[in-house]
């Protein structure tokens, strides 16, 4: 198994993409626990910086990242994530968390809504 990099705080991005249709669905940190945690459930974990906790994804929503495949870049310090995302991986509704132009006009799919969600 390949040693993942991580940085000065103990954390690697890992982009989450579709295994479906290849669709970015969101960038997020992970610790080792996190990853280890994915490797062992086949279900995607994250490092949350704000709560500075370990982060199962959906866990509140219900909206999971099953993972296909973990690929690891040419340095070793980020992660790609191939996931089979149940319903939205924005917490704002939306199908991807790049759903937005840089002009901000709104180019994304909502598939839920986070009112609903949490509240």
């Not at 997020?28 to 996190?34: C, G, R």
């Not at 866990?59 to 690929?71: K, L």
């Amino acid at each position: 198994m390949i040693d993942v990099e991580f940085d000065e705080d103990g954390l690697a991005p890992a982009v989450a993409q579709s295994a479906d249709d290849g669709e970015v669905l969101m960038l997020a940190y992970v610790d080792e626990e996190a990853l280890e945690r994915t490797l062992e459930t086949g279900e995607a974990h994250y490092y949350s910086r704000s709560r500075d906790e370990l982060w199962h994804k959906g866990e509140s929503s219900g909206h999971t990242q099953e993972i296909e495949e973990v690929r690891v870049d040419c340095d070793a310090d980020t992660l790609l994530y191939l996931v089979r995302q149940e319903g939205g991986a924005c917490h704002t509704g939306h199908r991807s968390c790049f759903y937005r132009t840089i002009e901000g006009g709104d180019v994304g799919e909502r598939v839920f809504d986070p009112e609903e969600v949490y509240g």
